[in-house]
């Protein structure tokens, strides 16, 4: 399996630890709904094409989450897609909720996020075949002004 994927003109491995709470740490909520929150967020993710789920833990008040996310995204539009999506199927599928929680809030505002590690071994092997390419497409597209053989500009 390879460690980096690529976009038209991108290659990238962009691997995020994120941590989501609910709001004033409630443990009822991810005590009793751990599997289904796990499924909806497993189902939003894979709605995304691109953004892939690594791992993901779900403990009593918190969730962690390593999730692949492409570059072309920001962490805080994928964000903002789980966090109101998965807001929303929640209180469909539990409306006994929505009588606790009536402002539909029930996780915090924020979230922590941490990128994962960088491999300087591979970040030296794509910069030595960007070179590479570099000097093979210079080698291709030179074009000559003076003539190697007779020492006159060409026309």
Not at 22 to 42: A, Q, S, V
Not at 94 to 102: D, E, R, S, T, V
Not at 126 to 150: M, V, W
């Amino acid at each position: 399996m390879k460690d980096t994927n690529s976009l038209s003109h991108t290659s990238y491995r962009c691997k995020y630890h994120i941590v989501r709470i609910t709001k004033y740490r409630r443990l009822i909520i991810y005590n009793r709904l751990r599997k289904d929150i796990i499924e909806i967020l497993k189902l939003l993710i894979s709605r995304k094409s691109d953004v892939r789920l690594i791992e993901g833990e779900a403990y009593g008040d918190h969730i962690h989450m390593l999730i692949e996310i492409p570059p072309k995204y920001s962490i805080a539009l994928i964000m903002g897609y789980l966090k109101s999506k998965s807001t929303l199927l929640i209180f469909e599928r539990h409306a006994n909720l929505k009588y606790k929680f009536g402002n539909r809030h029930f996780g915090a505002k924020g979230y922590f996020v941490d990128t994962v590690g960088k491999n300087e071994k591979i970040i030296r092997e794509y910069i030595q075949k960007q070179l590479q390419e570099d000097k093979l497409y210079e080698q291709i597209s030179l074009k000559e002004y003076i003539d190697p053989f007779t020492s006159e500009p060409v026309k």
